[in-house]
């Protein structure tokens, strides 16, 4: 079985190259934002912790989006492989990801990594606000807070990942069909 990671900063076209690539490479594909949703749809008993703790304005702790996540993988045993998106996005997410595949005796086959520059990820994200219509994209201060929280946060990852040899960065500047191309190019070299 296949693990791959979708990284980047907030507007790098994690979203946006996720789809074509889980078509491509029959992936089954792993969004954390969806995940939540669809355990509330369905009334599962994660699904209604979820439910309770955003209902109050609380943040979904890390091992509720890790069942979610465990019940995901033990839920398709007949696909290629998963395609996370939007996790890990601390250390101790990545450590628990570990754990979890560790006991199904996996591990992480690649971290695929949309780098683009902070100017461009301000750009990209307010492009999207006035696509989207989503308001918290288009104040400033929301989106630099974003970017702080991803190099706090998230980018630390990218030593620990660099040191376990599955770390591959691609450059996120260009047309949507050129960084397709490179990541497909990415995927076929280490599938």
């Known amino acids: 079985m296949k693990y791959f990671i979708m990284f980047g900063p907030p507007g790098a076209g994690k979203g946006t190259h996720a789809a074509p690539m889980v078509k491509k490479y ?14 509330i749809a369905a009334g599962t008993e994660l699904g209604k912790q979820a439910q309770a703790l955003i209902e109050k304005g609380d943040f979904v702790p890390d091992v509720v989006v890790e069942g979610m996540i465990a019940n995901t993988f033990a839920a398709n045993p007949h696909v290629k492989g998963f395609l996370l998106d939007g996790f890990p996005r601390t250390i101790q997410q ?7 595949l ?3 005796d996996e591990k992480v086959t690649g971290v695929i990594s949309l780098m683009i520059p902070d100017e461009e990820i301000k ?8 696509v989207e219509g989503r308001a918290d994209d288009a ?6 807070n974003r970017i702080r929280t991803y190099h706090a946060k998230t980018e630390p990852l990218i030593e620990i ?10 450059n996120g500047l260009g047309t949507i ?3 397709q191309q490179r990541v497909f190019d990415l995927m076929d070299e280490i599938c």
């Open 26 to 39: 029959k992936l089954k594909h792993i969004s954390t934002g969806e995940l939540l949703r669809s355990e």
């Open 123 to 130: 750009a990209r994200i307010k492009g999207r606000a006035l």
């Open 139 to 144: 104040n400033d201060e929301t989106i630099a």
């Open 161 to 170: 990942y660099k040191e376990k040899g599955v770390y591959h960065e691609i």
């Open 177 to 179: 069909e050129e960084v």
């Open 94 to 100: 990545a450590i628990d990801l570990d754990e979890m």
């Open 102 to 104: 560790e006991s199904r």
